[in-house]
């Protein structure tokens, strides 16, 4: 039993890996979420429901044909990707910042979901009134909007940490399934499965897997709560 709950070297790799990907998946998508969730709560324009369906698409689609549309376009050989590789040396197909990227891709409308549903719960006569004292528009949104938001902003960034620790089919189809590299916790568990005697390893996995996922959506919890509950899952 207690060989049981002992991980390998690789398997704490790829606990890491699944770690740092989904830490850098929700710190990248923060900026465009709260930009792309303020667009579609406070203006209207022609194509905003367009807008709105495109954020949303990783939701209902397969996960694999967003990967694949990944690779051919954030590939080696992609616009995208030969423009950042090109502009910054920053390469996405088969490394962990590939896997970072689609997580943050698929996680990105549920942050954007979250934030919306909080800008759009804010009474705008506050933000009228620090306007009328002589406040820009952004010192007005830092000062008075972004904190009556704050807990819909964190829970969206704990949603997206929690669909990124989960992610597997944009990831795989994009990045493969190498180990030390871009072999996440789910892709991890995945190996496991395809390998004589590898339920235990799956098993063991598979629970931190749900102490991991757990853990965040209670923290999210709490975290809401302090900042006014506003923003909680639950809401």
């Known amino acids: 039993m207690n060989d049981f709950w002992t991980l390998s070297p690789d398997e704490w790799t790829a606990i890491r890996l699944s770690l740092l990907v989904a ?11 709260l930009a792309i969730a303020w667009v579609l709560a406070r203006r209207e324009f022609w194509g905003k429901s367009l807008v709105n369906g495109i954020v949303h698409l990783p ?12 690779l051919i376009s954030f590939g080696r050989k992609g616009p995208a990707g030969q423009f950042f590789e090109q502009c910054c040396g920053l390469v996405f197909s088969f490394r962990w910042t590939g896997a970072a990227l689609a997580c943050a891709v698929m996680g990105f409308p549920l942050m954007v979901r979250a934030i919306r549903l909080s800008l759009e719960s804010v009474d705008r006569r506050l933000e009228d009134a620090a306007g009328t004292l002589g406040a820009s528009p952004p010192w007005v949104f830092l000062t008075v909007t972004l904190p009556l938001i704050a807990s819909g902003v964190i829970a969206g960034m704990i949603l997206c940490f929690a669909r990124a620790m989960g992610e597997f089919g944009a990831t795989i189809t994009f990045v493969s399934n190498i180990p030390g590299e871009t072999q996440t916790l789910p892709s991890a ?15 063991r996995l598979t629970l931190v897997s749900l102490v991991i996922s757990m853990a965040a959506l ?18």
């Open 23 to 33: 830490t850098v998946a929700v710190v990248a998508s923060l900026p465009f979420g």
């Open 59 to 70: 939701l209902v689609l397969p996960p694999v044909v967003t990967g694949y549309l990944l």
């Open 189 to 203: 568990i995945y190996t496991f499965t395809q390998v004589p005697g590898g339920d235990e390893g799956a098993l």
């Open 218 to 235: 209670i923290a999210s919890e709490w975290l809401a709560r302090r900042a006014g509950g506003a923003g909680s899952i639950a809401s």
